[in-house]
Nanobody, 118 residues
Framework: QAQVEESGGGLVQAGGSLRLSCAAS????????MGWYRQVPGKQRELVAR???????NYADFVRGRFTISTDNMKNTVALQMNNLEPEDTGVYYC????????????WGQGTQVTVSS
């Protein structure tokens, strides 16, 4: 069964750092990109960062150089290093494995809570 699992969320003070990790099941084929979305209170789910298997990265404007996404294509894993966290970054962070259409739909993780205290 295709699935992704996140880890690394938690509570941190403003200015601190967290590293989120995500692993897609190795049996999942056709993955062409992985990424992170977040849902903060009162807002819709939004893209944080995304990386393709070719290494092309996209970041949301609010990242402003604070976060770095990286991936290991051979292991279907993706990590998000978050530095200089702000209280506005508080929310649930979701990992996504994007698959080419012929191999099935995209797969979301269950989400991991990130809380930044002021």
């Amino acid at each position: 069964q295709a699935q992704v699992e996140e880890s690394g969320g938690g509570l941190v003070q403003a200015g601190g750092s967290l590293r989120l990790s995500c692993a897609a099941s190795r049996r999942m084929i056709g993955v062409h990109a992985m990424g992170w979305y977040r849902q903060v209170p009162g807002k819709q789910r939004e893209l944080v960062a995304r990386i393709t298997t070719d290494g092309i990265k996209n970041y949301a404007d609010f990242v402003r150089g604070r976060f770095t996404i990286s991936t290991d294509n051979m292991k279907n894993t993706v990590a998000l290093q978050m530095n200089n966290l702000e209280p506005e970054d508080t929310g649930v962070y979701y990992c996504i494995a994007e698959r080419r259409t012929a191999f099935g739909s995209n797969v979301w993780g269950q989400g991991t809570q990130v809380t930044v205290s002021s």
